[in-house]
């Protein structure tokens, strides 16, 4: 790829370039189909929004997990993708608020950046839970 981005004459054709580029890091050989790019934004975005609402760790938790083997069974390739961006959600979303300034109504002290970071002890049931999700499609093929 990089020899035929030497080659491009036209911005245009460098856009091209870029994007095709882009889209083959991203797909993996024998996958055309993006629906898994789809189905992790969109689950992201709702835990994301959930967290941002709602103060339930237990609910949190749950859906994290749920997320993750839906993931994990819809494309066992990227298990550990799945894993780790459905995991990071929560520190994330506990950083934003620290750094940002801007917090849910239900908050009532802010947080330090240490405190949000140990949110991220949730990467190991998201991990776990979409390498279950990878596994029962394993199983259900064998």
Known sequence: ML????????????????FGALRASFVLPGEADPSYAAVLAVSLAAL?????????????LAILCLL????????????LVSGLAVGVVVAAVNSFETVSGLHPAYEIHTHSL??????LFLLAPALASSAVGRRAVHSLAA
């Open 3 to 18: 020899n035929e981005h030497t080659s491009l004459a036209g911005e245009q054709d460098q856009l091209s370039w870029a």
């Open 114 to 119: 240490t405190h949000d970071l140990r949110w």
């Open 48 to 60: 994301t929004l959930y967290q941002w609402s709602a103060d339930e760790s237990v609910v949190t």
């Open 68 to 79: 993750g083997l839906g993931l994990g069974f819809l494309r066992p390739s990227r298990f």
